[in-house]
């Protein structure tokens, strides 16, 4: 409340001083001629600017909470310094953006629009399922519609620019950002990041209701050691340009904006002073014309590596290596001047970055528009119909991973217990990165199962908190807060009598329901961690309501696949549901009592245990594929990449290979039948291995293909996927697509390294491609 009325303040103050001081409106010049092309309007801009008023556009800053002095800003922005802002988190009224923008537009010497960023990663205020579920639903197009109603809220709220899609790879689940990936294949990441977008952008991303996409984080971020954020990574080439580059070649093909470039150093080269990846890839062999950001301070942090010496050197290696945009650090704008008087860098560098952002800004048609419509946006959210497509992805975006035959649950129950700290619990399920998502908009599991049926006898029992008590106070379970001093000593003993209470109240419902998890803030940026399991008292909480001996009905709510291999064992259904959003409880009561049959299936595997990590189904056949293995447990993860359960079943029959004819390439076809008692989906996986490559190790089996199948029971359906050049190639070190002649295994399969494969020989040679 303080912060809004200090920019209540602040804006009035900012419209009295721009009445106080007119400027005379601008002479005409090419560049507020919106029939010229934008090259012409860039150029004719250029040539009229300053080496600081170029270097300005090259200066993202924030507007944050802890700054509230805004007398840097607003100098800034009438002396052109600044490009733009990332958004600010406290409002989602763009009457704060219309009034730094008229101050760009009437102040400063060109009248430059400023140009406003946000990570709207899933959802702004209608807040969906984290990627990682919604790339559950193996549904692409279901990932666009989630992101062009995001656009549309972010651009209602007055802003341009979304830091998204996330294009990494999700390799260790310890990272806490697995949660903002679309797991961890290169060809499902891929054709997610392609349809994010397009959902993003539309057409033309300076229209109505869209906004500029932003791949990030350019590249290998995902790979951290450890899943230590901001750690270094070792990628070789070959594998760069086949696992971890692919998601950013397909964005860069679907006609993203912009890219990030990200915190990490690969092979000791912080990633925003990457000329190779940045230049000769990305610009040079992909012919990028967008911006480069790079990601928060991340120039300075060169020098933190240990990469550069000073900041002019920070700047001076991140400029000459491809990054346009400096985030929050202001090396460029500082450092640059001298350098280039210095002849240490070339005025032609600052002209290339500045015309990328101005091209940007031309493009989202800001100068023609510089303010956001400030009475539309009230209305603007959280449409019945985004709720809607919020609940479908919710439902699809759920991944069964076990169940005895006791979900669906029956809607004749007389009692129920909702056991856990997630099962009442609002901010929980909205995940790490809100947007400007609100607690109060999400419906819990009770409100759902309550909505679902009315008459039940429905017990909500949180049994402990999401986390343990820490701290000087504690939170009890009870909600009452206590000194530390006062109970630290009788705090187990107090959690303790806690869970005994909940098991043996739970005991005597009909079924049991447990909502277990991770607290939302334990994923995402800076939050890593060393264990997988469920937080605080939970595991005691499960193994007491597991000591009554009902049945328990598990739901894990998480931003990573979680080790829990005792829960597996000792439950009757266990339930992935990830960060579901705003729609949870409505979306989790439709799969619990059988109005919607579970269809996700994992896109990250899910370890046994942490010594397994990093663990990923396309692993390398090694020398000795029979050998290598763990001698205390097993290597393969408890669940692979691929799997879910529905509540049918389904049989594959035998994978054949129809052979070429003339242009037409082989195809291989397997026939699926539902073997179940109810309609459901199958999400038919195409996998392929490579039995040798002259250019380097393949994968022991990479995706390459999926169809999803909506069966009745006893209906069957022919799968037909054609053995074509692209499912079938790879990259080479020079970044052509290359297609070995030779052998091959093929499988259809319902997940990773299930079923039997069929050998194909492919017949031609070597096909080397630009
Ligand atoms: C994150 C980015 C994000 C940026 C701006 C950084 O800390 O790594 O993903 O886009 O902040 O908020």
């Given at each position: 409340?303080?912060?809004?009325?200090?920019?209540?303040?602040?804006?009035?103050?900012?419209?009295?001083?721009?009445?106080?001081?007119?400027?005379?409106?601008?002479?005409?010049?090419?560049?507020?001629?919106?029939?010229?092309?934008?090259?012409?309007?860039?150029?004719?801009?250029?040539?009229?600017?300053?080496?600081?008023?170029?270097?300005?556009?090259?200066?993202?800053?924030?507007?944050?909470?802890?700054?509230?002095?805004?007398?840097?800003?607003?100098?800034?922005?009438?002396?052109?310094?600044?490009?733009?802002?990332?958004?600010?988190?406290?409002?989602?009224?763009?009457?704060?953006?219309?009034?730094?923008?008229?101050?760009?537009?009437?102040?400063?010497?060109?009248?430059?629009?400023?140009?406003?960023?946000?990570?709207?990663?899933?959802?702004?205020?209608?807040?969906?399922?984290?990627?990682?579920?919604?790339?559950c639903?193996w549904?692409?197009?279901?990932?666009?519609?989630?992101?062009?109603?995001?656009?549309?809220?972010?651009?209602?709220?007055?802003?341009?620019?979304?830091?998204?899609?996330?294009?990494?790879?999700?390799?260790?689940?310890?990272?806490?950002?697995?949660?903002?990936?679309?797991g961890e294949d290169p060809y499902l990441?891929?054709?997610?990041?392609?349809?994010?977008?397009?959902?993003?952008?539309?057409?033309?991303?300076?229209?109505?209701?869209?906004?500029?996409?932003?791949?990030?984080?350019?590249?290998?971020?995902?790979?951290?050691?450890?899943?230590?954020?901001?750690?270094?990574?070792?990628?070789?080439?070959?594998?760069?340009?086949n696992?971890?580059?692919?998601?950013?070649?397909?964005?860069?093909?679907?006609?993203?904006?912009?890219?990030?470039?990200?915190?990490?150093?690969?092979?000791?080269?912080?990633?925003?002073?990457?000329?190779?990846?940045?230049?000769?890839?990305?610009?040079?062999?992909?012919?990028?014309?967008?911006?480069?950001?790079?990601?928060?301070?991340?120039?300075?942090?060169?020098?933190?590596?240990?990469?550069?010496?000073?900041?002019?050197?920070?700047?001076?290696?991140?400029?000459?290596?491809?990054?346009?945009?400096?985030?929050?650090?202001?090396?460029?704008?500082?450092?640059?001047?001298?350098?280039?008087?210095?002849?240490?860098?070339?005025?032609?560098?600052?002209?290339?970055?500045?015309?990328?952002?101005?091209?940007?800004?031309?493009?989202?048609?800001?100068?023609?528009?510089?303010?956001?419509?400030?009475?539309?946006?009230?209305?603007?959210?959280?449409?019945?119909?985004?709720?809607?497509?919020?609940?479908?992805?919710?439902?699809?975006?759920?991944v069964l991973l076990k169940n005895?035959?006791?979900?669906?649950?029956?809607?004749?129950?007389?009692?129920?217990?909702?056991?856990?700290?997630?099962?009442?619990?609002?901010?929980?399920?909205?995940?790490?990165?809100?947007?400007?998502?609100?607690?109060?908009?999400?419906?819990?599991?009770?409100?759902?199962?309550?909505?679902?049926?009315?008459?039940?006898?429905?017990?909500?029992?949180?049994?402990?908190?999401?986390?343990?008590?820490?701290?000087?106070?504690?939170?009890?379970?009870?909600?009452?807060?206590?000194?530390?001093?006062?109970?630290?000593?009788?705090?187990?003993?107090?959690?303790?009598?806690?869970?005994?209470?909940?098991?043996?109240?739970?005991?005597?419902?009909?079924?049991?329901?447990?909502?277990?998890?991770?607290?939302?803030?334990?994923?995402?940026?800076?939050?890593?961690?060393?264990?997988?399991?469920?937080?605080?008292?939970?595991?005691?909480?499960?193994?007491?309501?597991?000591?009554?001996?009902?049945?328990?009905?598990?739901?894990?709510?998480?931003?990573?696949?979680?080790?829990?291999?005792?829960?597996?064992?000792?439950?009757?259904?266990?339930?992935?549901?990830?960060?579901?959003?705003?729609?949870?409880?409505?979306?989790?009561?439709?799969?619990?009592?059988?109005?919607?049959?579970?269809s996700g299936r994992l896109t990250m595997s899910v370890?046994r245990?942490?010594?397994q990590?990093?663990v990923y189904y396309n692993y390398d056949n090694t020398g000795r594929p029979d050998k290598g293995f763990y001698?205390?447990?097993e290597t393969a993860p408890l669940y692979q990449f691929g799997y879910g359960l529905t509540?049918s079943t389904f049989s594959y029959g035998p994978v054949k290979i129809l052979p070429a004819t003339?242009?037409n390439p082989a195809i291989a076809t397997a026939l699926i039948t539902n073997t179940g008692?109810?309609?459901a989906d199958e999400v038919v996986q195409l996998y392929i291995r490579s039995r040798y490559s002259?250019?380097?190790a393949r994968p022991s089996q990479e995706l390459r293909g999926f169809q999803h199948l909506v069966l009745?029971p006893g209906q069957k359906q022919e799968v037909h996927f054609p053995l074509t050049d692209q499912v079938l190639g790879l990259?080479?070190?020079?970044?052509?697509?290359?297609v070995d002649g030779g052998d091959y295994y093929i499988w259809i399969a319902p997940s990773a390294h299930t079923g039997e494969p069929v050998s194909y020989e492919h017949a031609v040679?070597?096909?080397?491609?630009?």
């Amino acid at each position: 409340m303080i912060y809004l009325r200090f920019w209540l303040i602040f804006i009035l103050c900012f419209f009295k001083s721009a009445q106080a001081v007119p400027m005379p409106p601008l002479p005409y010049s090419d560049y507020h001629n919106s029939n010229l092309p934008i090259e012409r309007r860039v150029q004719d801009l250029l040539s009229q600017m300053t080496l600081e008023e170029k270097l300005g556009q090259l200066e993202l800053g924030f507007s944050t909470l802890d700054s509230l002095d805004p007398a840097p800003f607003t100098k800034a922005i009438a002396e052109g310094q600044i490009t733009g802002f990332i958004a600010p988190p406290h409002t989602d009224d763009p009457a704060f953006r219309n009034a730094l923008q008229k101050m760009a537009m009437e102040q400063s010497r060109l009248g430059i629009p400023l140009l406003f960023g946000i990570d709207t990663i899933h959802g702004f205020r209608t807040i969906f399922p984290i990627s990682l579920g919604l790339s559950c639903a193996w549904e692409p197009l279901l990932y666009r519609r989630t992101q062009s109603v995001a656009a549309r809220e972010t651009r209602a709220a007055g802003i341009d620019w979304v830091f998204a899609p996330m294009s990494d790879l999700a390799r260790d689940p310890r990272w806490g950002r697995v949660s903002e990936t679309c797991g961890e294949d290169p060809y499902l990441t891929s054709l997610c990041v392609a349809e994010a977008v397009r959902g993003f952008q539309g057409i033309d991303p300076g229209a109505d209701g869209q906004v500029a996409a932003c791949l990030k984080h350019f590249v290998g971020y995902g790979a951290s050691v450890g899943g230590r954020d901001y750690n270094r990574t070792e990628i070789p080439d070959f594998m760069l340009r086949n696992q971890f580059l692919p998601p950013f070649k397909a964005g860069v093909d679907a006609g993203a904006c912009t890219v990030m470039s990200s915190f990490n150093a690969n092979d000791g080269i912080p990633a925003t002073a990457n000329h190779h990846t940045l230049t000769d890839i990305l610009r040079g062999e992909w012919g990028f014309k967008g911006l480069v950001v790079c990601d928060w301070d991340a120039i300075l942090e060169t020098i933190e590596w240990g990469y550069a010496a000073d900041p002019s050197q920070a700047a001076q290696v991140s400029l000459s290596a491809g990054t346009d945009m400096e985030m929050i650090s202001t090396t460029y704008r500082d450092t640059i001047p001298t350098q280039i008087q210095k002849g240490l860098i070339s005025p032609a560098l600052v002209d290339e970055a500045a015309r990328r952002v101005l091209t940007l800004k031309f493009k989202m048609g800001l100068f023609e528009h510089p303010y956001a419509d400030a009475s539309a946006y009230k209305t603007a959210f959280l449409h019945p119909e985004d709720r809607a497509l919020a609940r479908e992805s919710a439902v699809k975006s759920c991944v069964l991973l076990k169940n005895n035959g006791i979900l669906p649950l029956s809607k004749k129950l007389k009692s129920l217990a909702l056991v856990g700290p997630f099962g009442d619990n609002q901010s929980e399920m909205l995940g790490a990165w809100i947007g400007h998502g609100h607690a109060e908009d999400v419906v819990t599991l009770a409100q759902g199962i309550r909505t679902k049926l009315p008459n039940v006898d429905l017990q909500v029992i949180p049994g402990c908190g999401v986390m343990l008590n820490g701290g000087s106070t504690h939170t009890l379970t009870d909600g009452s807060i206590v000194q530390d001093s006062t109970v630290r000593d009788d705090l187990a003993a107090y959690d303790a009598k806690k869970i005994k209470d909940a098991a043996k109240q739970a005991a005597k419902a009909d079924a049991i329901i447990m909502a277990l998890g991770e607290p939302a803030g334990w994923s995402g940026e800076n939050a890593s961690r060393a264990t997988l399991g469920v937080t605080g008292r939970q595991e005691q909480l499960f193994h007491a309501l597991a000591d009554t001996g009902k049945p328990l009905v598990v739901i894990l709510f998480s931003g990573r696949p979680l080790s829990v291999p005792e829960m597996d064992d000792e439950s009757a259904a266990l339930l992935m549901a990830w960060q579901p959003g705003v729609e949870a409880g409505n979306a989790l009561a439709d799969l619990l009592f059988g109005d919607a049959s579970p269809s996700g299936r994992l896109t990250m595997s899910v370890p046994r245990d942490t010594g397994q990590l990093p663990v990923y189904y396309n692993y390398d056949n090694t020398g000795r594929p029979d050998k290598g293995f763990y001698r205390d447990d097993e290597t393969a993860p408890l669940y692979q990449f691929g799997y879910g359960l529905t509540y049918s079943t389904f049989s594959y029959g035998p994978v054949k290979i129809l052979p070429a004819t003339g242009k037409n390439p082989a195809i291989a076809t397997a026939l699926i039948t539902n073997t179940g008692k109810c309609r459901a989906d199958e999400v038919v996986q195409l996998y392929i291995r490579s039995r040798y490559s002259p250019e380097g190790a393949r994968p022991s089996q990479e995706l390459r293909g999926f169809q999803h199948l909506v069966l009745n029971p006893g209906q069957k359906q022919e799968v037909h996927f054609p053995l074509t050049d692209q499912v079938l190639g790879l990259f080479d070190r020079k970044g052509n697509w290359r297609v070995d002649g030779g052998d091959y295994y093929i499988w259809i399969a319902p997940s990773a390294h299930t079923g039997e494969p069929v050998s194909y020989e492919h017949a031609v040679p070597v096909l080397l491609r630009p």
